[in-house]
């Protein structure tokens, strides 16, 4: 089975701008998480998709949304960017949310 | 809330040795699933092993194996015969089983460096 993909895996925006990143599960895997990371608050949740519906949600603003397909493929968005919001963004599928498998993630840098 | 907490921020092991990743967490559930996880410097995060809560069996898998003590709180992983390609970020992560537990909670990680 492919694994857990991931893209843009590279991306550059400037502050004020609004970024859609996008993930595709194992086949079959119904559930996408979201994680973010970065050197001081290192791994956080962001948020995790069941069939379409938000299941979970961390503690992230507003400008963070994400939303899943009927394919399960997800993406997230993150509007008005913040210099703060540079981070490596890991996406995870799992078939029901108990083993998660993560993708590369997608390497964001606002400037 | 639950926390997972990694006390050793870097370790380092000489090639074909053992080396144990120590790590805690805290909770009030009974039943939750454990994970040690590997991220290289590509930076792809690698399930390395996984430990359900209401198994009293250590799990294993090849080389890694993990000391899984419930009462105190204590998930340890056991690299045998070390490797340089070992030589990662080891996550420890705490999974709920409910609700808004259902997310990973990570520790803040260790690095781990194979000497040849």
């Known amino acids: 089975k492919a694994g857990v993909t991931q893209t843009p895996r590279y991306l550059i925006k400037t502050r004020g701008q609004q970024v859609t990143l996008s993930c595709s599960p194992i086949?079959?895997?119904?559930?996408v998480s979201w994680y973010q990371q970065t050197p001081g608050q290192g791994l956080q949740f962001l948020f995790e998709y069941f069939s379409e519906t938000q299941r979970n949600k961390g503690n992230f603003p507003g400008r963070f949304s994400g939303r899943q397909f009927s394919n399960s493929r997800s993406e997230m968005n993150v509007s008005t960017l913040e210099l703060g919001d540079s981070a490596l963004y890991l996406c995870?599928?799992?078939?029901?949310?108990?083993?998660?498998?993560f993708g590369p993630g997608t390497r964001l840098l606002v400037l | 809330a639950q926390t997972v907490t990694q006390s050793q921020p870097e370790m380092s092991v000489q090639e074909a040795e053992t080396v144990t990743l120590s790590c805690t967490y805290d909770t009030s559930e009974s039943d939750y699933y454990l994970f040690w996880y590997k991220q290289p410097p590509s930076r792809q995060m690698i399930l390395v092993i996984r430990?359900?809560?209401?198994?009293?069996q250590n799990a294993t898998e090849n080389r890694f194996s993990v000391n899984f003590q419930k009462a105190a709180k204590s998930f340890s992983l056991k690299i045998s015969d070390s490797q340089l390609g070992d030589a990662a970020m080891y996550f420890c992560a705490y999974r709920g089983l409910r609700g808004s537990q259902g997310n990973l909670i990570f520790g803040k990680g260790t690095k781990l460096s194979v000497k040849p």
């Open positions: 995870a599928s799992s078939l029901m949310g108990q083993t998660q498998y």
């Open positions: 430990q359900e809560a209401y198994k009293q």
């Open positions: 086949s079959g895997h119904r559930s």
